[in-house]
């Protein structure tokens, strides 16, 4: 379902033999998360779309502009590959509350902390059963928009969770999606950016790293791609030009994401310190760099764009 793009530059002849092998062994999966929170992330995903390099953007179905999103992929965003954001942290279910009892707060949705999340899911014996009916629902959401399932994710990364991942592997192999989100192999490039903040960069990396070997290990599944590595965790809603080329240049061999949290919302530029779920303008340049796009050109890079 997916194929390389290769954009054409012009390269020197110093660069020309390194583009070439670089195009066919580095690629590059841009991703918006969380398409259908809010009419200005669609926007934004809509002009990363248009005017930049963004090729991917993963559907919040629960999201209070869901429906918006997915006219704006159908009417302009033609060759978006859309993917599935599951909500199982800081939002709504699909289901009716009554159907999830003891896993949402008292308004009717999943608890903000995802670290309360995976203690509820780790701890409740019947936790499993009900997560995935919660699943299943939000799966056929997607399949009812008509839109070609492209891949899955989920807010916050809740679905690396261990009770989760099993359950997301199988329903994403029912409903015909090809690839699945694991973050790691970030905290190199991160680290060498910007040390700040360097104890919350160490204890994510080192999680999501121990949560990573063992869900591929455990879980892995020939049918479902799984990119090598993926950035954009340890620099939420920090995602600048300069961050991504510096990830770009040591990108090694094989297949890399990186997600980023955009917002047309010009008031929403990024702070001093990443900010899990913070969606800012600041990502949206980012997105939209000309610049970017022919560094990623002159790097050789493939960019892949989904088959729709």
Known sequence: RLRPQVRGRHLSVDNLQRGRMSA???RLIVTADDFG???AVNEAVRRGYRDGVLRFASLMVTGEAAADAVDIARRDCPGLGVGLHLVLCSGRPALRPESLEGLLESDGRFPDDP????LRYFFDGGAERRLERELRAQFERFLATGLRPAHVDG????HAHPVVF???MRLAREHGFSRVRLPGGEFGVSFGYSRRP?????LEAAVFGMLRAYLLRSHADPRIEVPQRVYGLLRSGLMREEYVREAVRRLPPGTTEIYFHPSADPA???GAEPRPGHHTCTELRTLTSPGL???LDDEGISLVTANV
Do not use: M, W, Y
């Open 24 to 26: 066919v062994t580095r």
């Open 115 to 118: 670290v309360l999340c995976g």
């Open 155 to 158: 807010h916050l990364n809740i």
């Open 293 to 295: 796009k022919t560094f």
């Open 37 to 39: 929170i809010s009419t």
């Open 166 to 168: 099993p359950l997301v």
């Open 198 to 202: 360097l104890g919350k960069q160490l």
């Open 268 to 270: 929403s530029e990024a």
